[in-house]
């Protein structure tokens, strides 16, 4: 069975930073694309950052390019998210997600795994 678990979320400050991480397990994902995705509250959920299965390749959403990195450590099946000079409108449930294939595109589009969510609150 395959579970990704990701864990970081918290309270922050404005301007402050954080690390989430999901862990993968039930199979590899190192020749897989991954990515991170958030929900705010009353909002749908919305892409945040993708990457491709060699780190060769990572794409972010505007509202987060230059402060959010997307990460991975295929030996540990777990993807990263550093998150730094963080807002209030960066608030949301973050979630990890995972696909079958090498496809940026899918994992943005229809991804085939996903996590819980870890819950991110950040404070004004």
């Known amino acids: 069975q395959v579970q990704l678990v990701e864990s970081g979320g918290g309270l922050v400050q404005t301007g402050g930073s954080l690390r989430l991480s999901c862990a993968a397990s039930g199979r590899t994902f190192s020749n897989c694309a991954m990515g991170w995705f958030r929900q705010a509250p009353g909002k749908e959920r919305e892409f945040v950052a993708v990457i491709s299965w060699n780190s060769g390749i990572t794409y972010y959403a505007d509202s987060v390019k230059g402060r959010f990195t997307i990460s991975r450590d295929n030996a540990k099946n777990t993807v990263y998210l550093e998150m730094n000079s963080l807002k209030p409108d960066d608030t949301a449930v973050y979630y990890c997600?995972?696909?079958?294939?090498?496809?940026?595109?899918?994992?943005?589009?229809?991804?085939?795994?996903w996590g819980q969510g870890t819950q991110v609150t950040v404070s004004s």
């Open positions: 997600a995972a696909d079958r294939t090498i496809s940026l595109s899918k994992v943005v589009r229809a991804p085939d795994y």
